[in-house]
């Protein structure tokens, strides 16, 4: 792909950055084995909550999208954000 050679650059300090926000976070993933050992570290000490949805591709959202929809509105209910629906 044209665009391979750029791929790290858009992902180079993106897992402290997530980290380093001060606020509940949830990472959805469509496989586990894709954490780095920074977000493996992170998440074994309890710093954000991990949802793995299997039978996706890299874009979780559009591949199952109501799967996605519901773990979003359960973690917003566990740490009461607001839900204007």
Not at 64 to 71: F, L, M, P, Y
Request: with cysteine.
């Amino acid at each position: 792909m044209a665009s391979q050679d750029h791929w790290i650059g858009w992902f180079k300090g993106l897992s402290p950055s997530f980290l380093n926000i001060n606020i509940s976070k949830i990472l959805l993933l469509a496989g586990a084995e894709r954490m780095d050992k920074e977000l493996t570290i992170a998440h074994m000490q309890g710093k954000f909550r991990l949802k793995v949805i299997y039978d996706v591709g890299h874009s979780v959202q559009e591949d199952n999208w109501k799967e996605t929809a519901q773990i979003c509105y359960d973690f917003c209910y566990d740490f009461k954000i607001a839900i204007n629906v």
